[in-house]
């Protein structure tokens, strides 16, 4: 069914060069004349989502922003890993995809130095391969951070990870890879001078912070169980995340049409809405639908 | 076919078989909880499955219970159950979620075991002066032995394998390295494990294939192989 779309709308767009390289036009390459294109406003956006709710609710806010300014929007949410649908985005099958700057990179590239939000997406902007554009950046973040309870904060004096140096008996919790991520034990160590042992703790890990089972737990700075709990998430002066910011990636072809509709909506999204949006999922349980609808609404879009 | 052969090369190097989280380490914790649920298991389903054979009281809604008791899904078992238990008490969470996976196959094996032996050689029995607990010793456990093995063998197969998942908890094992290696796309590391945990199941099963035969009743393995009356 897509194809015949797809096929439709290509004829009343040949023009745009951009659009023949968009993969799904093998063949119309010969028919592309120079010639000036109607709108296409009947093209079809295949918008899509990692299987973690927050990115859904974001892919969900776009989906329903491109509807409004008349894009048809195919949804292929749930994808899964980046394994999975980059891939999927690299050949176009893809249109549209909320990312995370700092992780993003680190996927293309493993070894890299920056760690600030901006040297991030400016690094980040030249790593994309072919065919990938990163939209403006959001100014909210869903990255790692290390958070402590407000008891133990107060008790040791907690505001930054640099105050844990000298703390014995430190346990970190996190997801098993933290183990060997650069920013786990090893980072601590050596950014900090912060030693401790490590409990793969997983999807557990706020509950065995409140236990004090851990004794610090990284915790996505998304996730609203910090607030709820009123968790500490301890600052880092030196860099020892990267930072990531939500920031849409889209097909280099439909990049800039998409970026007039896209890039309002990611100056507007601040950290501390991503993390209310997060909150109506985990705790009202609403449906990703309701959540982007009400939010794009309150915000006048 | 380069995973594979990537996997084969990670097995073999040093770091794996030496030190904190190394495969030894690993491969004694999933036995850990292998061992210990499988223990706990057979105390629970062993003399039910007896009491229910030999008695045949409660069968339908005993069996029925042990074999819905096989729908639930382990990994959601474990998760709730270290909520109900609080994170300190995740390893008790972990092996009793295992428990429950393992009662159904042995509590089938002690239960069909003794209700295949023949009514008449427990008539017989009876006949012969037999108190219960002599027929329930003498005949009848002796005779439903291979099939209670064979419960045995595929409850040590079902928890072996789910035993990976104690690690989405952090409490090690040979899933450790599975969940460690995707999210780090170390396929090696991933497939090494996922190698070593089939390893580990075969020998297992190997192991009970070889105790069942031991453990087969000399008249029961004759009369496999012919009818000793027909002669």
């Keep these: 069914m897509t194809s015949t779309t797809i096929r439709t709308s290509l004829t009343a767009a040949l023009a745009s060069a951009a659009l023949v390289l968009s ?31 927050s990115n859904e609710i974001i ?41 995370y700057t700092g992780n993003l990179l680190q996927f293309y590239a493993p070894d890299t130095m920056a760690t600030q939000a901006d040297e991030v997406y400016e690094e980040l902007q030249g790593a994309l391969p072919e065919g990938l554009t990163a939209l403006a950046m959001s100014p909210a973040t869903d990255q790692d951070s290390y958070n402590v309870t407000a008891e133990f904060a107060a008790e040791n004096n907690l505001v930054s990870i640099a105050d844990l140096a000298g703390i014995d008996g430190l346990v970190l919790g996190g997801a098993p890879e933290l183990e060997e991520r650069p920013y786990g034990p090893t980072g601590l160590l050596e950014t900090y001078g912060v030693v401790v042992a490590f409990d793969a703790t997983g999807d557990i890990t706020v509950d065995a912070l409140l236990e004090g089972v851990i004794s610090l737990a990284n915790v996505y700075s998304g996730d609203p169980r910090i607030a709820e709990f009123g968790l500490v998430t301890l600052t880092d002066p030196e860099g020892l995340f990267l930072a990531s910011n939500v920031v849409p990636i889209a097909s280099s072809d439909v990049a800039a049409e998409l970026a007039a509709i896209i890039d309002p909506i990611s100056l507007a ?20 639908a309701d959540i982007a609808a009400a939010w794009l609404s309150e915000n006048g879009f | 076919m380069d995973v594979l052969r990537d996997a084969l090369v990670w097995l073999s190097e040093s770091e794996q078989w030496s030190g904190d989280g190394s495969l030894p380490r690993r491969v004694m914790e999933h036995l850990y909880y292998t061992g210990l649920a499988v223990v706990v298991a057979a105390l629970v389903a062993i003399p039910a499955g007896y009491f229910v054979g030999h008695t045949t009281r409660g069968s339908t809604w005993l069996v029925g219970l042990a074999g819905a ?13 270290v909520l109900l238990f609080g994170v300190s008490g995740r390893e008790t969470a972990a092996v009793l979620a295992l428990v429950v996976l393992g009662i159904p196959p042995l509590f089938a094996g002690a239960y069909s075991g003794i209700h295949q032996i ?88 190997a192991f009970l294939a070889l105790a069942t035969r031991l453990a087969t009743p000399r008249g029961v393995r004759v009369g496999r192989l012919a009818d000793v009356r027909a002669r």
């Design chain 1, 23 to 53: 993969g799904c036009a093998a063949g119309a390459e010969d028919e592309a004349p120079e010639m000036e294109a109607a709108p296409m406003m009947t093209e079809v956006i295949v918008v899509g989502s990692q299987a973690y709710y």
């Design chain 1, 59 to 99: 892919a969900e806010i776009y989906a329903q922003a491109l509807e409004s300014a008349g894009y048809e929007v195919e949804r292929k949410f749930q994808i899964g890993q980046r394994d999975a649908y980059l891939p999927e985005l690299e050949s176009g099958a893809v249109d549209l995809f909320p990312e």
């Design chain 1, 269 to 288: 999204l601040t950290p501390e809405a991503l993390v209310a949006l997060n909150l109506q999922s985990i705790k009202d349980q609403l449906s990703a």
């Design chain 2, 69 to 81: 008791a096989r729908a639930l899904p382990s990994f959601g078992l474990i998760l709730l159950l």
């Design chain 2, 118 to 205: 023949p009514r008449t050689v427990i008539d017989a029995a009876r006949a012969q002066g037999m108190t219960e607990w002599q027929i329930l010793w003498r005949v009848e456990a002796p005779l439903s032995l291979p099939v209670l093995l064979g419960g045995l063998r595929q409850s040590v197969l079902q928890i072996v394998a789910t035993a990976t998942l104690v690690a989405y908890v952090g409490l090690g094992g040979l899933g450790y390295d599975i969940i460690q290696g995707i999210p780090l796309r170390r396929f090696d590391q991933t497939v090494g494990a996922a190698i070593v945990i089939v390893a580990l199941a075969l020998t297992l099963d």
